[in-house]
């Protein structure tokens, strides 16, 4: 998970990308970066640490031209501050190309080997966007006429980037002296949207990872980048779309909606918070099942994605809804924190009881998941000093029971709370007197009442079903050795050593 923009401007485009990366932060805290074009040149800074630390102002003078692209990037295993790894990345050949990259390749290993092999490319750094780049850049060169580049060569090079590469994949990258190109990958499982901005010299375009970025920049939603195609701008700020696939199919990752979105983001026609909203009211529909609503005295949600779902659960069975915990704002996303101790130190930096909304009271706590426990875990203990009666806990997603390898953090199955244990064992685990799930058929309910065409969605951490197809048990129990070796002590940001990655290229 990470936060991707491309502007193309009238004006100056630094500012516009700052901002931008601000209304994003929260799809990543480990780095962020900025790339602007002018003329045919050029300009990078990125490094490690959140947006308002890595730019200064000598940083945004460095930044000039009318076109740009920006990134953050959330910590993945074993590689949470390498600085190597900040995004854009940039290659100089055959054609000039910085790249920022949301998602995960499934195929890194077998990508790396060919390009080395045959492509005679070099990969520098461990990462799969490294990888994505040099794959575009390489198709770019094989299907070039000569040493120009037209629409055809273009979005003939995406559509070989298509057969490929594996994973999910929305890209920004600016191609130097041409413009502008982004995509999606064919089930279109990381957002990218596109909107417009009319000025009297003429129209600007932005692209993001969510919609929000859109509204806050004064830009108008155009549409959603379709899965498969790419949609390229040119130096006469001219747009031209082609659908680059041979087949596609939209399977938006669910999690999205459940927690990684902000919710007043609209994601491939949904609205993150009227999705929120229903999860409440089916989660509240099987909560009754379980729980007696007269043993609830208090609904008080986990901050901050499951405000909507416990707000419209306490609506629905008629039981007060409370705040019961106040959040430090300037503490990160627990869930995208690298190491469980780090973790479990943040839960209670990050969060603070109102006591008399526990004391004496029978009190349901509302989140949106329960990934490694370690969080519930603690707000459980905290709400039980705060003086409650009875605390019962209610995810408003099912059980997340296997590795997601589409860009999340939860590649390792002996990490997710609830791999072997059923809900009776996993309220024991976090200390709740009773834990209510979500159903996987309820959860996608809630996202298809509002568009009833969207038929299919990656629901892979709760399911083990993989909408690319290429995810073998053998992959996986590679992914999770590479973890484990890099948790016992591997190089600082070398998740997968070279006899894993042929095991993958094997699997793959």
């Known amino acids: 998970m990470c936060g ?26 480990d780095a962020a970066g900025i790339a602007t074009a002018e003329d045919d040149e050029f300009h990078l800074h990125k490094a490690p640490g959140l947006v308002r630390d890595v730019f200064r102002t000598r940083n945004m003078r460095a930044l000039p031209g009318n076109m740009g692209i920006a990134h953050c990037r959330y910590p993945t295993a074993g590689s949470a501050f390498d600085s190597s790894l900040s995004q854009p990345f940039y290659v100089n050949s055959p054609f000039g190309i910085v790249l920022g990259h949301n998602g995960n390749l499934t ?61 999910a994949y929305a890209v920004v990258a600016m191609i130097a002296g041409y413009g502008m190109l982004a995509f999606r990958d064919p089930f279109g499982i990381r957002p990218l949207i596109v909107g417009t901005n009319e000025t009297p010299e003429g129209t600007e375009y932005l692209f993001a990872s969510e919609s929000v970025a ?12 379709a899965p498969g195609e790419a949609i390229f701008i040119d130096l006469d700020h001219r747009m031209h779309q082609r659908q680059c696939a041979r087949s596609s199919v939209l399977a938006p990752c669910i999690f999205e909606f459940v927690y990684l979105a902000r919710p007043d983001s609209v994601i491939d026609g949904v609205s993150v918070y009227e999705a929120r909203l229903r999860m409440g009211e089916h989660l509240a529909d099987k909560l009754v099942k379980h729980i ?23 609506q629905r069975i008629g039981v007060p809804y409370r705040e019961g915990f106040v959040k430090n704002r300037y503490i990160g996303r627990t869930f995208i924190m690298p190491g469980q101790a780090t973790r479990r130190r943040s839960v209670r930096q990050k969060l603070n009881t109102v006591a008399q909304e526990f004391k004496g009271k029978r009190v349901l706590l509302v989140d949106d998941s329960i990934v490694r426990g370690t969080t519930s875990r603690e707000i459980v203990e905290m709400a039980r000093a705060a003086g ?22 939860m590649p390792s199955r ?7 244990r059923t809900g009776e064992d996993i309220a024991r685990e976090i200390g709740a007197d009773a834990l ?11 996202i298809r009442e509002l568009r009833p065409s969207l038929c299919c969605f990656d629901t892979s951490c709760f399911d083990g079903i993989y909408v690319t197809g290429d ?19 591997a190089h600082e940001g070398r998740w997968m050593s070279r006899q894993l990655q042929l095991n993958l290229m094997s699997v793959g």
Do not use: W
């Open 414 to 420: 002996s990490e997710l709370i609830a791999t072997g």
């Open 214 to 225: 859109l509204d806050t920049l004064g830009f108008k939603v155009l549409r959603d980048v």
């Open 436 to 446: 209510v799930y979500q159903d996987l058929d309820a959860l996608k309910a809630s």
């Open 388 to 409: 409650a009666l009875k605390v019962y806990f209610a995810s408003a997603s099912p059980p997340v029971r296997y590795p997601n390898v589409y860009g999340i953090d």
């Open 292 to 314: 007696p609503v007269d043993e609830i005295d208090v609904v008080i949600p986990i901050p901050d994605s499951s405000r909507p779902s416990a707000m419209q659960l306490a």
């Open 4 to 29: 991707i923009l491309g502007v193309v401007a009238t004006t100056p485009v630094n500012q516009l990308l700052y901002d931008g990366l601000m209304v994003l932060q929260h799809r990543g805290q």
């Open 471 to 489: 995810v073998s048990p053998e992959y996986l129990q590679a992914l999770e050795l590479a973890r484990d070796g890099s948790a016992a002590g």
């Open 107 to 167: 195929n890194t290993g077998q990508l790396k080997d060919e390009m080395f092999r045959q492509d005679l490319r070099h990969i520098n750094t461990h990462s799969d966007s490294e990888v994505l780049l040099n794959a575009l850049a390489h198709e770019l060169q094989a299907t070039a006429k000569g040493f120009r580049l037209d629409l055809d060569t273009i979005f003939g090079a995406v559509a070989a980037v298509h057969r490929r590469c594996r994973g």
